[in-house]
């Protein structure tokens, strides 16, 4: 795992004094609201429906025992005994008071963590995939890369008034766990000719416009990353429109002008760009590739798994993938019990989880953009006795992509965003859905409580997107959206329901994927192979 | 960081960072510079005009004044990098909504003046000044990054 430096201690540091600064500033008045709002939110704190909301970074989704920890203690002390996990790989806590801020983030600085850029119109989080650095099919593993853009993306000075917010994602392996093409800018790390590089998609997202990003450029040796990055961002500061906040992000640049017309932009930009030695020496990356070395892995750790309980069996099916390492395996442990609240965890379940993580998986831990957690480095002989406690905890759920491990986004419970409740309606799907779960196989489903899709409902292979009719929520449902390598955008069905309406639709969805599936196909195959027609015949009648 | 002035421009407050004394022929629009004008010391860029159009003409120009409309706007920072990136020496002016938590930004952008719409107060400004030692970036002002402090 990466570890601060002075350099990078003293920056959080700063950014702490800073912070403090700006809540005395806004407490006394030399601040207004409007121009306050900027400052707090590039510090991930936003002003909800109820109360302040802080958004704390887990760069890349990493995270060691001592940090899950110490947000175990900020949300039992200031907050209501819970956090949330989101699809950024960040936690939120929603029920912050203004004057606690500070002290919050002090705290967090004493655990290498901080709240920069989780939102406002710069550079947010870097997100990665969360087995990186234990699935198999990794060239490389992306977090470095990405600690590099972290540290670049922090206070740029040049881009942290953007026209809107930027994504940026990073993976190494061709099965895509980030939902890289659905970014402001996505870079897949490949091979060639015996150097990594990056290959650069820009323009993708989601939002009310959800757009698939087009290829940019094929390879960037790590020499030229930042350079090109840079590049890519100018081009988009200048550019991007300003005029409407629903245009200005990169996609909309990207496709009003063309991919092509970009590029010529972004490599004419690259040119005057790599003259200024913006770019770190290559120790820089491998004085960071050091700290992410892999851990001590035993060689000689057994592979057999006693499967004789059966509960355990099914949630080693479900939620444990391979491990690169032989006697190895990547657990992921499911914040989605049926019933409960899609990415919540109590303070309770994460220090357990952080023992966990520190018993059995080299204290690291992830989380994921479907807002779970992973233990990426078990020893197969551990399982029993990890599964066994995380039963006791509620968090045994063996869900893992299945139709009720479902994404939501806050919705109208928090969000002043939001037209519609998304948390109650994942509630009631996966109550109905869950004894047929098992049945129905990889399905994923994902809610938003409006069109700036925070739930990914583009992605959804079941997608649903809560809209205000006439002062009635409504749910739209859209078929055939993929985050993953075979990328896709949801198609609606056709006319919105209400909320149980919704929840009869896509009972009658999977009803007709049973009907018509063939082997080893999924809903998502299946509705690809057959189209729209045969479910819209069944949800509509 | 060099060391703050205060001084002001037809009774408007200006905050520079420069030892010479401030332009004070009024700035014309970049229009005008390039078909009529083209005399002219000091050119005013809006905030969605191309800095690269000065570029045949830094060496004659003495001040290049950059609006930021309104503080959300950061076309301003690109243009201040282009200019600097190009050699310019000049005076580089940010003007309008210039405020005390962006300004930082925008020295190292290769600001060196500022017209703030609203006056700036000079506590919190050698604070916020002064809050950060390490930067990560190499940028458009002499500030050496991380990575270099590193590495060597």
Known sequence: MYRYDQYDQAIVDARVDEFRDQVRRRLAGQLTEDQFKPLRLMNGLYLQLHAYMLRVAIPYGTLDSRQLRTLAGIAREFDRGYGHFTTRQNLQFNWIKLEDTPTILERLAKVEMHAIQTSGNCIRNISSDQFAGAAADEVTDPRPWAELLRQWSTFHPEFSYLPRKFKIAVIAANEDRAAMRLHDIGIQLVEQDGAVGARIYAGGGMGRTPMIAPLIRDFVPVDDLMSYLEAALRVYNRYGRRDNIYKARIKILVHEIGADEYRRQVEEEFVAVKQLGIDPPRAELERIQAMFAAPAFSADAPEAIDRSDPDFAVWLDQNVAAHKQPGHAIVTISLKSIGGIPGDASADQMDLVADLAERYSFDELRVTHAQNLVLPHVRKADLPAIWTRLREAGLAEANLDLVTDIIACPGLDYCSLANARSIPLAQKLAVRLAPRQHDLGELKVKISGCINACGHHHAGHIGILGVDKKGVENYQLSFGGSGAEDVSLGKITGPGFDEDGVVDAVDRATCTYVELRQAGERFLDTYRRVGMQPFKEAIYG | ?152
């Open chain 2, 1 to 152: 960081m060099g060391d703050l002035d205060r001084a002001s421009i037809g009774g408007e407050p200006l905050l520079r960072f420069r030892d010479d004394e401030p332009h004070d022929e009024p700035a014309v629009t970049l229009d005008s510079f390039l078909a009529e004008q083209t005399n002219a010391t000091a050119v005013r860029l809006e905030a969605g005009e191309d800095a690269r159009a000065l570029l045949p003409h830094l060496d004659r120009l003495a001040l290049i004044e950059v609006s930021f409309p309104t503080f959300r706007d950061g076309r301003g920072y690109s243009a201040g990098r282009i200019l600097r990136e190009a050699g310019y020496a000049g005076e580089l002016r940010a003007a309008g909504d210039v405020l005390v938590d962006q300004l930082p930004l925008m020295r190292r952008c290769g600001f060196d003046s500022f017209a703030p719409e609203t006056e700036i107060d000079a506590a919190t400004l050698r604070a916020s000044l002064d809050r950060y030692g390490d930067h990560y970036q190499a940028a458009a002002d002499p500030v050496v990054p991380v990575w270099r402090k590193r590495h060597g």
